[in-house]
């Protein structure tokens, strides 16, 4: 067998194709040579992009990144859980929303209008686990605040549970038994029974994947049929109500709450929620160790935070609210 000694290794080759010069600008000439002799800047150049949302700021974020969550989550585990994973949810929320008439809305009113709408299935799911996340560490401090150091709100969860501990027993038991990425949440469920009342009681909540824990997305009310109607009546139905007060009829403040809700629905408020998914506790404990890590989150919670999202009447302190 010949073989032939190459002049130069074929690492040294150019890796654009040769053309042969009777066949530049023939239509069979191949669309790399044409392509080969565009400016290499401007082939180069950046797309341009804005950027409405934002990775929220945490209270205590410098001191995460440089020491971790004290007890909790280290350093490296919090880079990947938020600094990394919150950026990527912004970023993708960005270009799914760009030029859109919503790009300027928030995530859970994003995660609301299309949480029902399954070709918008990819912005659902950015904008509430961005949400989501969020709410799962703004409920973190270096020093968190223990729930004894704010009774009234104690107070009321050992009426709905009996005592703390039957809570965290049901709220770590439930997180440890999900088969799956997900959340539990703490919430508050106002009663919007009893007309001109918001009293409710504490739930546990559970939301695979990125599922919100708002109930307003399930349902949204249509009261018109929009193939009888035209412009000008559906505009009208849609109109600024004038008055609103009172106990009786659909314009009440108290009924248009409950139009916005699902058959048999009630109003909730997240107050509280642990992360399970898997990037936020598998660097820090292992394959093995996600009950572990749900014991250290209870810890770690700070009951201060909480109470400041809780509603006012979750806490007793305004059992009877007029609208």
């Known amino acids: 067998m010949i073989t032939r000694r190459l002049a130069r290794p074929l690492s040294q080759s150019s890796p654009s194709a040769w053309v042969c010069p009777s066949c530049i600008g023939s239509p069979f000439a191949p669309r790399q040579a044409a392509a080969s002799i565009l400016p290499q ?7 341009q992009r804005r950027s409405i949302h934002h990775v929220p700021p945490l209270t205590y974020d410098a001191t995460f990144q440089q020491d971790g969550i004290p007890n909790f989550i280290s350093k490296y585990g919090y880079k990947i859980a938020w600094t990394e994973y919150q950026a990527l949810m912004v970023q993708k929320l960005n270009e799914l929303t760009a030029g859109e008439p919503y ?10 209008q299309f949480a029902r709408a ?10 509430s686990m961005a949400h989501n996340n969020h709410y799962f560490f703004s409920t973190l401090s270096t020093h968190p605040s223990k729930l004894d150091n704010h009774p009234s709100l104690k107070q009321s969860l050992i009426s709905t ?22 959340f539990v949440w703490l919430i508050w469920a106002r009663d919007l ?19 919100t824990p708002y ?10 049929d ?25 314009y009440t403040k108290a009924n248009m709450d409950k139009a916005k809700l699902p058959p048999g629905g009630t109003n909730a408020q997240p107050v509280l929620c642990v992360n399970t998914w898997e990037h936020v506790w598998l ?28 509603p006012k009447e979750s806490k007793g302190t305004a059992q009877f609210i007029r609208y």
């Open 226 to 250: 929009t193939n009888t109607n035209n412009a000008s009546s559906q505009n009208a139905y849609r109109g600024p109500i004038s008055n609103n007060v009172g106990y009786m009829g659909q």
């Open 215 to 224: 109930v307003e997305a399930g349902y949204r009310q249509q009261g018109i």
């Open 103 to 112: 790009e300027h809305s928030l995530t859970k009113d994003l995660a609301i």
């Open 193 to 211: 029974d009893i007309v001109g009342t918001r009293k409710g009681g504490w739930r546990i909540l559970t939301t695979y994947l990125a599922g």
């Open 41 to 47: 800047t401007r082939r180069q150049q950046p797309q």
């Open 283 to 310: 660097r820090d404990y292992g394959i093995s160790g996600k009950r572990a890590f749900l014991s250290d989150w209870w810890d770690t919670v700070d009951w201060g935070a909480v109470e400041q999202i809780a």
């Open 118 to 127: 399954p070709m918008s299935a990819s912005l659902f799911n950015h904008a």
């Open 161 to 182: 549970f009996g005592s703390i501990e039957t809570l965290q027993m049901t709220m770590l038991d439930t997180a440890s038994a999900m088969f799956g990425p997900g």
